[in-house]
């Protein structure tokens, strides 16, 4: 199985659809006839309130799309060999865009044209790019009547479940905006970053937003608003093996955006620095535990990270992190590394939490205490982070 290595970054897929309801009528299950004295004890019915203005809603996000798309723009890249086009939104007042690192890449002279929705079209320059995080920021000159900043929401607040709005230019239809809800949280992809040496490895970038709503190419880099007209995400990709005739993407439901807390880190490093430096620990871990994975390890819990490879040299080996080294039934899979349950105290279920806390957290030179289970003895090992190389 694919492992995934530690460090941050993202990677370039699209997002897809969930059609807004106009309205649901509740949940109505009847009642179970008396259960005889061996059967389960039957829960009352789930009641689920139908919303009591669909027309409201209707209203609110068509004030949501009036305020929010003088701020969006459209990106066209120029490339040695043809085109690109993405979306973007103003980020601030002195003239800086939000867009996707896989956007810009390869745009000549670093110049790209940005097309305001007023109509004006200028040039801008690409300042920063972050293949970990797929952010990248322009900056343009235009009159101060041209910025409309966008809000930068917490993403931290988001539940699963809640509404969420996407505007971007699919297929060059400008101003698109399409809706659905947050399908999942804390989501690892890969990134646009290479592992040095490697044969196309990438390190993994955390803390994605997945959802449905529909994200077609030409929306990366556009904005995921919530009801409040804040961004919360910024579309990066879309999983998906549809394509069409001509070898476009087709949105499969899934799609994925880079949370609004990681802008927030990022963008300012990028307008100051050009880049941004993540921290790093020289570990690689196994995808999933499975039952079967954690009965070939003897693992007596069936959470956390587990261990599979340390790089020598790296912050991990130098504290102490174990890898595994007795052979399994499995190919590929050793028993006897740590499995990781905590960081800084904070309960790892699973991978995408551990990375999620590490990159949104932490820099180079930080330290993180990491609660390992190394057989039936838990304890805590601090690693001095380094710099992603």
Not at 170 to 182: A, D, I, L, R, W
Not at 300 to 321: K, R, S
């Amino acid at each position: 199985m694919k492992m995934k290595r530690i460090s941050i970054g993202l990677a370039v897929l699209m997002l897809a659809v969930l059609a807004c309801q106009a309205g649901t009528a509740a949940i109505v299950t009847s009642q179970p006839s008396t259960p005889q004295s061996s059967a389960p004890t039957q829960q009352p019915p789930l009641q689920v309130q139908a919303p009591n203005n669909p027309a409201a809603q209707q209203d609110a996000l068509e004030v949501l799309y009036q305020q929010t798309i003088p701020g969006v723009v459209t990106i066209q890249v120029t490339l040695s060999q043809g085109s690109a086009l993405g979306t973007g939104f103003v980020y601030d007042t002195q003239g800086h865009i939000v867009t996707n690192d896989h956007v810009v890449q390869g745009a000549q002279n670093n110049k790209v044209e940005v097309d305001f929705n007023s109509g004006l079209k200028v040039y801008g320059t690409v300042v920063g790019t972050d293949p970990d995080s797929d952010l990248a920021i322009i900056k343009v000159d235009v009159p101060a009547s041209e910025l409309h900043p966008l809000a930068i929401g917490d993403s931290d607040a988001l539940k699963i479940g809640q509404t969420v709005i996407a505007i971007g230019n699919p297929f060059g239809e400008n101003g698109t905006m399409t809706v659905g809800v947050v399908s999942g949280l804390s989501r690892t992809v890969s990134s646009l970053h290479a592992v040095p040496g490697s044969s196309g490895q990438t390190f993994s970038a955390g803390d994605f937003i997945q959802t449905d709503a529909a994200i077609n190419a030409g929306n990366s880099g556009g904005p995921l608003l919530n009801l409040n007209d804040q961004v919360v995400g910024i579309v990066e990709s879309d999983a998906t093996n549809s394509f069409t005739p001509t070898g476009g993407p087709i949105s499969s439901g899934v799609g994925f955006a880079v949370a609004s807390n990681m802008l927030k880190r990022v963008a300012p490093l990028l307008i100051s620095n050009g880049k941004v430096d993540y921290p790093y620990l020289g570990i690689d871990f196994y995808p999933e535990l499975t039952l079967d994975v954690i009965q070939a390890l003897g693992l007596t819990q069936d959470t956390g990270a587990y261990v599979v490879d340390v790089t020598a040299g790296g912050p991990a080996d130098q504290a102490g992190i174990k890898a595994g080294t007795q052979a399994t039934s499995t190919q590929g899979l050793n028993a006897g590394g740590d499995l990781i349950i905590a960081i800084d105290g904070r309960p790892v279920m699973q991978y995408d939490d551990f990375l999620a806390y590490l990159i949104e957290n932490k820099s180079p030179g930080d330290k993180v205490v990491l609660t390992v289970l190394r057989g039936t003895q838990k304890q805590d090992i601090t690693v001095t982070l380094g710099k992603r190389p």
